[in-house]
């Protein structure tokens, strides 16, 4: 696979910053072959493409983070590891976001209902959902809490039953957090400029978007070590349950990193934006 020679999992956690121009380069090769060849169908078949570019890097990681569950014992030294990961993850999560939020502001007006039209409809229903008749309060965090939890399942179950599964809803996630950026930057550069206008749209989606995404980026790295492990047949075996407890670690750690995602959503983000 040529895009194997691009970036090997252990340079990619030596040098993290990389995966977020090659989530740049992924994204925007999806969107250009998703335009050419299934043009009624981009706004989806954009985010397989997507995933596809991907699945390789991902997996290697998620091999890589197995291998180290064997062999590094204290919890506290394999969960900075994972930190490696999860930063890798986070540079490419923002590649998307980036890249799709910068095709949806300068696409003509006319590419945009193929490209983003599941993604505007998925935002459109959001918006309806949160200004339908309930105030930023309690009820609020626990509506935001609760439905962060359903993606957070998603995202384990998907990464244990396909390794990289997890991509999948990131993916999505950044095409809908990208279109709602370039929404956001379109409506703000007609009193400022572009760069004050796409500053501002980031910092108002990923003040807590980030915190979300690497909740979920967690959770996709237990259930795809989980998955691998299983895979190689070593259940059963100190390693095996060593790899568990680390698996319920990082699913632990993203409960508590959604619980202050949904804070700073409903406490913090009104209040700066």
């Not at 990464?159 to 809803?169: K, L, N, P, V, W």
């Not at 095996?240 to 680390?246: A, G, N, Q, S, V």
Request: contains cysteine.
């Amino acid at each position: 696979m040529v895009f194997e020679a691009l970036i090997n999992p252990m340079k990619a956690e030596r040098r993290p910053w990389e995966l977020f121009f090659i989530g740049i380069f992924y994204s925007s090769l999806a969107i250009v072959l998703s335009l050419w060849i299934f043009n009624d169908h981009a706004s989806l078949v954009m985010v397989f493409i997507t995933v596809l570019a991907c699945v390789h890097i991902v997996y290697g990681v998620i091999q890589l983070e197995e291998e180290k569950g064997k062999t590094i014992m204290s919890e506290s030294a394999l969960f900075k590891e994972h930190g490696k990961a999860l930063l890798l993850f986070t540079f490419l999560f923002l590649g998307f976001v980036v890249s799709f939020s910068l095709w949806y502001v300068f696409l003509p007006s006319e590419a945009l209902s193929n490209v983003f039209g599941v993604q505007q409809q998925t935002i459109t229903q959001i918006n309806t959902q949160i200004t339908g008749g309930f105030t930023f309060s309690l009820t609020t965090f626990s509506k935001i809490f609760l439905n962060n939890i359903k993606v957070m399942i998603f995202c384990l179950l998907f990464a244990f039953f396909f390794g990289t599964g997890a991509i999948f809803i990131l993916s999505w996630n950044a095409s809908v957090i990208g279109t709602a950026i370039g929404s956001f930057v379109k409506g703000s550069m007609e009193s400022g400029g572009f760069v004050s206008a796409f500053s501002l749209g980031v910092m108002r989606y990923m003040t807590h978007g980030i915190f979300e995404i690497g909740a979920y980026f967690m959770v996709g790295l237990a259930g795809g070590i989980i998955s691998i492990a299983i895979v190689k047949h070593e259940y059963g075996s100190e390693g095996f349950r060593h790899t568990l407890l680390d698996s319920l670690d990082l699913v632990i750690g993203s409960v508590v990193v959604l619980f202050v995602a949904g804070l700073i959503e409903v406490f913090v983000t009104p209040v700066l934006f």
